[in-house]
């Protein structure tokens, strides 16, 4: 079935510095992809809809400067959280879909954030 | 406002016990209404789906309903194992690709 692959699993950084974590849809091509924030026993809260080949559409109340997305190819979409500090901490995932309607989202294993 | 609401909000059983989750939603144009089971650091995995036109499905041990009229469904988990612990997340679609609600889950626990 179809497959997300969400990299890396864990990252602890320090404050201040940037971290990548890459999405990949690893047997179909999504020309969208979301990026998801999940506080420990909370629901998951979408922050942005990626989308291939243009700007990715934020949620109210995320701050597109710190949380930069790319989604330069069909199957990968990257989450850069710049100048991170301790409240960033968080698990983040990711999820696609492979066509519209119906199909279901297939969600990555998710990022552990740790900022120190 | 669209709204999705789950209860209970956590839940412990026994195991080999069956147990029924809930959710209500607000959502408005209705497409579909999906239950994922989300294990402790994982992402979300698919259980079910449920259109407008259906009122139940199964998935093994897994049990969906759905009342279009009323705006509720449920998940009904029979003869429940150990690795059924886990949050159980309904995610109601609205007419649009990414118009998709959340609840805030049920977290289940089952005890030997």
């Known amino acids: 079935g179809a497959v997300v692959s969400q990299h890396p699993s864990r990252v602890i950084c320090k404050s201040g510095t940037s971290v990548k974590i890459e999405c990949r849809s690893l047997?179909?091509?999504?020309?969208?992809m979301f990026w998801y924030r999940q506080f420990p026993k909370k629901s998951l809260m979408l922050m942005a809809t990626s989308n291939e080949g243009s700007k990715a559409t934020y949620e109210q109340g995320v701050e597109k400067d710190k949380f930069l997305i790319n989604h330069a190819s069909l199957t990968l979409s990257t989450l850069t959280v710049t100048s991170a500090h301790p409240e960033d901490s968080s698990f983040y995932i990711c999820?696609?879909?492979?066509?519209?309607?119906?199909?279901?989202?297939?969600f990555g294993n998710g990022t552990r954030l740790t900022v120190t | 406002k669209n709204q999705v609401e789950q209860s209970p909000q956590s839940l412990i059983i026994l195991e080999g016990k069956n147990c029924t989750l809930q959710?209500?939603?607000?959502?408005?144009?209705?497409?579909?209404l999906r239950w994922y089971k989300q294990d402790t650091g994982r992402g979300p995995v698919s259980l079910t789906i449920m259109t407008f036109s259906e009122n139940t499905k199964s998935n093994g041990r897994y049990t969906a309903t759905l009342d279009a009229d009323t705006k509720q469904s449920s998940l009904h988990i029979t003869a429940s194992q150990l690795s059924d612990s886990a949050s159980y997340i309904c995610v109601v679609s609205g007419q649009g690709y990414s118009t998709l609600t959340f609840g805030k889950g049920t977290m289940l626990l089952v005890s030997p």
């Open positions: 959710c209500n939603y607000t959502v408005s144009p209705f497409s579909n």
């Open positions: 999820s696609a879909r492979e066509m519209e309607g119906t199909s279901p989202l297939h």
């Open positions: 047997d179909f091509q999504a020309t969208t």
